[in-house]
């Protein structure tokens, strides 16, 4: 995966990538992420792993 010569011979069956963002802020205007639940799923793309993140309600 680390090698972006050979990464795209990878099955993207044999591999996934999540995330669970948190967020932490101080800032009045963006005080409502503080509370925020996400999930996140990745790829890869050309120079690294892009995700798609949604907000759990």
């Keep these: ?4 010569a050979g990464r ?6 044999r591999y996934y990538f ?3 963002p948190l967020f932490e802020t101080g800032a009045e205007s963006y005080g409502w992420l503080n509370g925020t639940v ?7 793309v ?3 792993v892009a995700y ?5 309600l």
Excluded: F, W
Aim: glycine share 14%; proline share 7%; charged share 20%.
């Design 38 to 44: 996400c999930v996140g799923s990745g790829y890869l």
């Design 18 to 20: 999540r995330t669970n």
């Design 46 to 48: 050309e120079g690294g």
């Design 52 to 56: 798609k993140v949604s907000q759990i």
């Design 8 to 13: 795209h011979r990878i099955d993207p069956a």
């Design 1 to 4: 995966m680390a090698d972006p």
